[in-house]
C-alpha cells in the first residue's frame, strides 16, 4: 500500500503546492481514489451528484463511494467533502459533511482539504453515545506519513466493507477515549500532586518496614512542586486571550513558587473574588437570574469538560456525598455546607472549588455570558 500513498501523495502535494482551485482537486482526488480501485464507470465514485431528500430537498455531495450489496445494487457507503487544499477547516464544514452523512445514514465520512480526516458517527451507540461524528484518522500530506498507507489499506475497493472500516473506527475511538482517560487521572493526580506523591512514598516506605510516625515526621519537612511542560500546540483565540487575562500579571508558575494572589470581577470592578470563588459567585449569580432552571440545563452552561468528566464544574450534592463516602479527600474539593446552592425544585448542587490550572478554561466558557475583568487590569488603567 506503500506504493499507492506515495503516488497518491504526489497528486495531492502539487495541488497543494500549485494552491490549484477546488474544481481541480476534486479532480484529481477523483483520480486518486481510481488509483484505489473507485471507478465512476461502475457507479462505485459518484460525485457531485443530486440526492433527493424528502419531496422538496435535495442535497449534493462532493462524492459518495458505493459498494455493492449482496443483491448486486451498488448502495452509498462512505460521503466526501472536498474543500481547496489550502483551506483551514472549519465547525461550518464539519456540520456540512456531518449533514450528508446523516441524511444518507451512512456512519462514515471523509474531508480533503489540507489533510484527510476520517470521521466516525456513534450516534446510535446507546452504551457511549456523542453527538456529532468524531475523527478517527488524520492524514497528513506528507509521504513520510504512516497514516497514508492506513488509508490506503482501508479505502482499496477490493477489500474495502462498512465492516473493515466500521472495525477500525472502534479500535481507534477506544484507544483515543483510553489516552483521554489517562490524561484526565494524570491530571487530576497533578492537581493534588504533593498529597499523592507523599502518600506513594509513605506507603513504599511502610512496606519497607519504616515506622508510620517517623515517615510522616520526615516527609511533613518536604515540599513537592509539579509543573507540567506540556503545552497544546493549537488553542482558540478566545482561549488565548481569556489565558492572558488570568495570567499576565502573575509570576510565571514554571519558574516561580510565588502564590497567584490575582483577583476577578464580573460586576465591572465592584467585587473581586480569588478565582475559587469567583467560580462560586458566578454560578449563585446564573442560578438567581435565571429562575426554575434545572440541573441538567445548568450543566448545560458549566459543562462538566471545563474541568473534567468525572468531577465537573457543579454537581448534585448527593453524588458528592457518594463520593466523600469512597474518598474522604473528596469533601476538600467542593463548596459544602453554607455554599450549597438549592434551585426552585430542591435539587442541591455543590461547586467544584479546585481551579488553579483550569481556570482560563472557565473564562473561557462563561465568555459571552459574562465579562471578566481582573484587579490587575484595573490598576494598569
Known amino acids: 500500500m506503500k506504493g499507492n500513498w506515495l503516488e497518491i501523495y504526489d497528486i ?9 482551485m477546488e474544481s481541480i482537486y476534486q479532480r484529481e482526488i477523483e483520480n486518486c481514489f481510481k488509483i484505489l480501485g473507485w471507478r465512476k464507470t461502475n457507479n462505485t465514485l459518484q460525485s457531485q451528484i443530486t440526492i433527493p431528500i424528502g419531496s422538496n430537498n435535495f442535497i449534493r455531495p462532493d462524492i459518495v463511494l458505493q459498494k455493492e450489496n449482496d443483491s448486486g445494487t451498488c448502495v452509498p457507503l462512505i460521503a466526501v467533502e472536498i474543500k481547496r487544499p489550502d483551506n483551514i477547516k472549519r465547525e461550518r464544514q464539519e456540520l456540512q459533511l456531518f449533514s450528508y452523512m446523516r441524511q444518507l445514514r451512512l456512519n462514515f465520512g471523509l474531508y480533503i482539504g489540507e489533510k484527510i480526516q476520517l470521521f466516525y458517527d456513534t450516534q446510535d451507540n446507546k452504551e457511549n453515545p456523542i453527538a456529532n461524528p468524531v475523527p478517527v484518522l488524520t492524514v497528513n500530506i506528507k509521504d513520510t506519513d504512516n497514516n497514508g498507507e492506513i488509508f490506503c489499506e482501508l479505502f482499496t475497493y477490493s477489500s474495502c466493507s462498512a465492516d473493515r472500516i466500521e472495525s477500525f473506527c472502534k479500535d481507534s475511538l477506544k484507544r483515543k477515549q483510553e489516552y483521554s482517560r489517562l490524561k484526565e487521572r494524570i491530571s487530576d493526580f497533578v492537581l493534588d500532586a504533593e498529597e499523592n506523591i507523599k502518600k506513594l512514598i509513605k506507603d513504599m516506605l511502610l512496606t519497607e518496614g519504616f515506622e508510620e510516625e517517623r515517615i510522616y515526621k520526615e516527609l511533613s519537612k518536604i515540599d513537592i512542586h509539579v509543573n507540567s511542560r506540556t503545552v ?6 478566545t482561549v488565548r486571550q481569556l489565558e ?3 495570567t499576565n500579571h502573575i509570576a510565571d508558575s514554571n519558574s516561580s513558587q510565588t502564590r497567584d494572589t490575582t483577583r476577578f470581577s464580573f460586576d465591572g470592578g465592584i467585587h473581586y473574588y480569588n478565582k475559587r470563588k469567583f467560580v462560586l459567585e458566578i454560578i449563585k449569580h446564573y442560578v438567581n437570574t435565571h429562575s426554575g432552571i434545572t440541573f441538567e440545563e445548568l450543566e448545560k452552561v458549566f459543562y462538566p469538560e471545563i474541568f473534567n468528566r468525572n468531577r465537573g464544574v457543579v454537581k448534585r450534592l448527593t453524588d458528592v456525598q457518594k463520593m466523600i463516602s469512597q474518598s474522604e479527600d473528596v469533601k476538600n474539593r467542593y463548596f459544602l455546607d453554607s455554599d450549597i446552592i438549592t434551585l426552585f425544585d430542591g435539587t442541591q448542587i455543590a461547586v467544584n472549588n479546585q481551579w488553579g490550572t483550569r481556570f482560563p478554561k472557565f473564562l473561557a466558557a462563561i465568555n459571552g455570558i459574562y465579562t471578566a475583568v481582573s484587579n490587575n487590569d484595573y490598576k494598569a488603567k
Open 12 to 20: 495531492l502535494s502539487y495541488c497543494i503546492s500549485n494552491e490549484v
Open 232 to 237: 497544546e500546540s493549537k488553542i482558540q483565540h
Open 244 to 246: 492572558a487575562t488570568a
